[in-house]
């Protein structure tokens, strides 16, 4: 492997365990010591669901949960909503099942809603990431470890 390369993998394990350890939040009120860039961890009942990075963790959350949050803010929230009416492919080209179209349905809005709601009340962990290139591969390292089943690094 090469030495830049692994510089930035070994240090991937100790942010982690840091991540891990922390008190999660579970009440959606960030204390007003978490904030800064870095990389975040949704989980429910102990099971790790979705991982996200993001340059501003205050304004981030926000997004992830806050009611009238678009679709594009809340990707997580989308797919929760995906799950619960049994639409399990969105389009991102105009049609009945596009992300804009399904925002439409009040069925789905409704299972969208619902979703933003859930989220403020599951374990919310935070742990401060500034390098752009460890923050992404932090990222991947912890989805793949925790087996996050929200995550996929798919293109579109």
């Given at each position: 492997?090469?030495e830049?390369?692994?510089t930035?993998?070994?240090?991937?394990?100790?942010?982690?365990?840091t991540?891990?350890?922390?008190d999660?939040?579970t009440d959606?009120?960030?204390?007003?010591h978490?904030?800064?860039s870095?990389v975040?961890?949704?989980?429910e009942?102990g099971r790790?669901l979705?991982?996200?990075?993001?340059?501003n963790?205050?304004?981030?959350?926000?997004?992830?949960t806050?009611?009238?949050?678009?679709h594009?803010?809340?990707p997580?929230?989308f797919?929760l909503?995906?799950?619960a009416?049994?639409i399990?492919?969105?389009?991102?080209?105009s049609?009945p099942?596009?992300?804009?179209?399904?925002m439409?349905?009040?069925?789905?809005?409704?299972?969208?809603?619902d979703?933003?709601?859930?989220?403020r009340?599951?374990?919310?962990?935070?742990?401060?990431?500034?390098?752009p290139?460890r923050q992404c591969?932090?990222?991947?390292y912890?989805?793949?470890?925790?087996?996050?089943?929200y995550?996929?690094?798919?293109?579109h």
């Amino acid at each position: 492997m090469h030495e830049k390369f692994l510089t930035f993998t070994e240090a991937l394990h100790p942010k982690f365990e840091t991540l891990m350890q922390m008190d999660p939040v579970t009440d959606g009120i960030l204390p007003s010591h978490i904030k800064g860039s870095g990389v975040y961890l949704f989980s429910e009942n102990g099971r790790h669901l979705y991982v996200g990075r993001t340059r501003n963790v205050r304004s981030r959350y926000g997004q992830h949960t806050r009611h009238g949050t678009g679709h594009n803010n809340a990707p997580f929230a989308f797919k929760l909503a995906r799950e619960a009416t049994g639409i399990l492919k969105s389009d991102y080209k105009s049609g009945p099942t596009s992300r804009a179209n399904l925002m439409l349905d009040a069925e789905f809005l409704r299972a969208f809603n619902d979703a933003l709601i859930r989220m403020r009340a599951m374990e919310f962990r935070f742990v401060n990431e500034p390098d752009p290139t460890r923050q992404c591969l932090l990222e991947i390292y912890v989805s793949v470890v925790c087996g996050s089943p929200y995550n996929d690094f798919d293109t579109h």
